[in-house]
């Protein structure tokens, strides 16, 4: 689907790309959004300029998006979409107000972050016999990292040997928006990850990436999803078994032990305490837990 209002839009693109740096996966996102939104307006309002676009013009068509079934969160990020645009227009002057101040988001029923327990990772690190293999090596290593850090997929696949530092007892990962941070980690990862790559196998020369395939190859996401999932499956009975819930056990772990909610929110690279606030809901459902069972009135 082609973007009309092609100057406002594609400068818009560029500086998502070029000042923000979001990533490829989030420009086609905002594209995809824009795209839907003017196709319409050109559909039922006959391509009004930029400028004519109002308040009630976005509504009509966050009106026909519930009609058609779309989940209120697919809606609140093309409204986010359309904020974000609008605002750069007001930035570089083509408009003078932005038509969605009274534009209001539908309300999402907030859902708890899936995590594994506690016990079942110990189970899963302890007592499952992962293969003797240097895939088998690869997969336990990359589950401790996920678990260990709250890495990101993309994250974890992408980290390169250089972001290691091993006298820091370190990682600098590169998240979201190319926005470093930097996750401490324990004596016997680190020296696990050293023998780790101190073995690669030789067809590896040249590949900067921490973790490779037994072809001396970057792992791939979909390789990676499936191994977590089956690991997972060992140790626990979540419909979800994925690397993202392993980032939600990370952190719902810290938070069950005391954790400060900034100190998490680095530790995630989130850009919002907002989107850490979550893992409080979690360590209070930890906290009636222990009351029920442990407060004779309860």
């Not at 986010?80 to 309300?107: D, H, I």
């Not at 990862?189 to 790559?197: A, G």
Request: aromatic residues 8%; positive net charge.
């Amino acid at each position: 689907m082609s973007l009309p209002q092609e100057p406002s839009c594609q400068s818009f693109l560029d500086y998502l790309k070029f000042e923000k740096r979001y990533s490829q996966h989030t420009i086609v996102s905002y594209e995809n959004d824009l795209a839907q939104f003017f196709a319409y307006l050109a559909s039922q309002f006959d391509s009004p300029a930029i400028e004519e676009i109002s308040a009630l013009l976005i509504r009509s068509w966050l009106a026909e998006l519930k009609e058609e079934g779309i989940s209120s969160k697919t809606i609140n990020r093309k409204i986010s979409t359309l904020k974000s645009f609008f605002k750069y227009q007001l930035k570089t002057g083509v408009l003078k107000e932005t038509p969605m101040t009274t534009v209001t988001a539908p309300r999402i029923s907030k859902r708890l972050p899936v995590f594994v327990e506690e016990k079942d990772m110990s189970t899963l690190f302890e007592h499952v016999e992962f293969a003797d293999t240097w895939k088998g090596r690869t997969d336990k290593l990359v589950i401790r990292l996920f678990y260990a850090t709250g890495m990101r997929l993309s994250e974890l696949i992408h980290l390169k040997e250089s972001q290691l530092d091993v006298s820091n007892g370190q990682v600098k990962v590169l998240g979201k928006g190319n926005k470093e941070r930097i996750i401490p980690l324990s004596a016997d990862l680190v020296e696990d990850l050293l023998v780790y790559i101190k073995e690669k196998p030789v067809k590896a020369a040249g590949t900067p990436n921490l973790f490779i395939t037994e072809k001396g190859k970057a792992l791939q996401p979909r390789a990676v999803y499936a191994s977590v999932k089956e690991m997972l499956a060992l140790v626990t009975t979540l419909q979800k078994k994925s690397p993202h819930i392993l980032r939600h056990s990370f952190a719902t772990h810290l938070m069950n032990h005391g954790a400060d909610l900034n100190a998490v929110k680095e530790l995630l690279g989130h850009s919002s305490l907002a989107a850490t606030q979550i893992y409080t809901h979690n360590s209070i459902e930890k906290l009636k837990e222990v009351f029920n069972k442990a407060h004779p009135k309860a």
